[in-house]
C-alpha cells in the first residue's frame, strides 16, 4: 500500500465519525476532494502543505463531528421526537466508573511505558505525544459509559468523541503546564512549599484543565451554551476537588502496599489513587450532565 492509499483509507476511517445520514450524503465527495487536494500538493512538491493539509483534518475533522452530532440532537429536539434521557443515577456511577478506570489505565500504561519514569526528563516531545494519546483514550471510555445510561448508541458515540477530545486537549496542556512549572517554577514558590497543600497546587491545576476541558466538550454535544458553561465548571472543579481524596487515598494505599510481598508493582497504589479521583470527578461530570439533560429533553417531548 502506497503512502497516499494510506492517508486516504485514514481519512475515510475518520469520515466514520460523522453521523450516518451526513456519510451518506456526502462522504464520496469528502473523500474525492480531499485526495484530489493530496495530489495536487505532491504534483507541486509541496511536501510541507499536503503535512498540514493532514493535520488540519485530523483536527477539524473530529471537531466538525461533534457539531454535526449537536446540531442533530437539536433538529431532533425541536421536532419533538427526543433522545433517550440520560439517567442521572445511571450517569453519575457510570461516569465514575468510566473515568476512574480510564484514570487507573492511564497510570498503568504510563508505567508500562515508561517504568523508571524517567520520559518526563529525558525526552519531553515523545512523553507529550504518548501522554495526549492516553488521556484521549481516558477520556473516550468515560464519555462512552456516560452516554451508555441512555441506553442509546447514538448518544454514547457522541459523548465518547466529545469525552476524548475534551481530555485529549486537557490532558495536553495539563503536560504543557506541568513541565513549564516543574523546570521554570513560580517565584517565590519554595517560600511557601512549607504549607502541605500547596504542593499538590500543580497537579490540582493539572486536573482542573482536563476537567474543564472535557465538561465543557460533553457540554458542546448538547448544543446549548449554558450546558457547555455548566459542564466545564463542574469538571474543573469536580476534578480538582477530587485530588484531595486521591492524595489521601494514596497515603493509605502507598504504607498498605509498601509492607506486602509486591511492593516491588510501586504503580499499584499510584493507580488506586488516580481511580479514586476518577471516580470522583467523572460523578460529577455524569450528575451535572443527566440532571440538565434530562429536564432538556423531558420538557422536548
Known amino acids: 500500500m502506497s503512502g497516499f492509499e494510506a492517508i486516504t483509507n485514514g481519512y475515510a476511517f475518520l469520515i466514520?465519525?460523522?453521523?450516518?445520514?451526513?456519510?451518506?450524503?456526502?462522504?464520496?465527495?469528502?473523500?474525492?476532494?480531499?485526495?484530489?487536494?493530496?495530489?495536487?500538493?505532491?504534483?507541486?512538491?509541496n511536501w510541507s502543505g499536503l503535512a498540514v493539509v493532514c493535520l488540519r483534518e485530523l483536527?477539524?475533522?473530529?471537531?466538525?463531528?461533534?457539531?454535526?452530532?449537536?446540531s442533530l440532537l437539536i433538529k431532533e429536539i425541536r421536532k419533538g421526537n427526543g433522545q433517550p434521557a440520560l439517567d442521572p443515577k445511571r450517569a453519575?456511577?457510570?461516569?465514575?466508573?468510566?473515568?476512574?478506570?480510564?484514570?487507573?489505565?492511564?497510570?498503568?500504561?504510563?508505567a508500562l511505558i515508561d517504568p523508571a519514569n524517567e520520559g518526563f526528563l529525558a525526552g519531553f516531545g515523545v512523553v507529550w505525544l504518548r501522554e495526549t494519546f492516553l488521556y484521549a483514550v481516558m477520556g473516550i471510555l468515560g464519555g462512552a459509559l456516560i452516554g451508555f445510561s441512555s441506553r442509546s448508541a447514538r448518544i454514547s458515540m457522541r459523548l465518547a468523541l466529545a469525552g476524548g477530545l475534551g481530555?485529549?486537549?486537557?490532558?495536553?496542556?495539563?503536560?504543557?503546564?506541568?513541565?513549564?512549572?516543574?523546570?521554570?517554577?513560580?517565584?517565590g514558590w519554595d517560600a511557601v512549599t512549607s504549607l502541605a497543600w500547596l504542593?499538590?497546587?500543580?497537579?490540582?491545576?493539572?486536573?482542573?484543565?482536563?476537567?474543564?476541558?472535557?465538561?465543557?466538550?460533553?457540554?458542546?454535544?448538547?448544543?446549548?451554551?449554558?450546558?457547555?458553561?455548566?459542564?466545564?465548571?463542574a469538571g474543573a472543579i469536580g476534578f480538582a476537588a477530587a485530588e484531595?481524596?486521591?492524595?489521601?487515598?494514596?497515603?493509605?494505599?502507598?504504607?498498605?502496599?509498601?509492607?506486602?510481598?509486591?511492593?516491588?508493582?510501586?504503580?499499584?497504589?499510584?493507580?488506586?489513587?488516580?481511580?479514586?479521583?476518577?471516580?470522583?470527578?467523572?460523578?460529577?461530570?455524569?450528575?451535572?450532565?443527566?440532571?440538565?439533560?434530562?429536564?432538556?429533553?423531558?420538557?422536548?417531548v
Open 16 to 45: 466514520r465519525l460523522y453521523p450516518s445520514d451526513f456519510r451518506a450524503e456526502f462522504d464520496t465527495e469528502m473523500e474525492s476532494v480531499f485526495s484530489s487536494r493530496l495530489h495536487e500538493l505532491a504534483r507541486e512538491g
Open 59 to 70: 483536527v477539524e475533522l473530529p471537531l466538525n463531528a461533534l457539531r454535526e452530532y449537536a
Open 92 to 110: 453519575s456511577l457510570l461516569g465514575a466508573l468510566g473515568f476512574g478506570m480510564g484514570f487507573g489505565l492511564l497510570i498503568l500504561l504510563r
Open 167 to 187: 481530555c485529549c486537549i486537557g490532558g495536553s496542556l495539563g503536560i504543557l503546564f506541568l513541565y513549564w512549572f516543574y523546570h521554570f517554577g513560580f517565584p
Open 199 to 233: 504542593n499538590d497546587l500543580p497537579q490540582m491545576i493539572d486536573s482542573m484543565l482536563i476537567g474543564a476541558l472535557s465538561g465543557a466538550a460533553l457540554g458542546v454535544t448538547q448544543g446549548d451554551r449554558q450546558q457547555t458553561v455548566r459542564l466545564a465548571q
Open 244 to 300: 484531595i481524596p486521591g492524595e489521601i487515598a494514596f497515603t493509605f494505599a502507598h504504607t498498605f502496599w509498601m509492607n506486602t510481598a509486591y511492593a516491588q508493582f510501586w504503580v499499584v497504589p499510584l493507580a488506586f489513587s488516580s481511580m479514586v479521583s476518577g471516580l470522583i470527578g467523572g460523578a460529577v461530570l455524569g450528575w451535572v450532565m443527566s440532571r440538565y439533560n434530562h429536564s432538556v429533553l423531558s420538557s422536548a
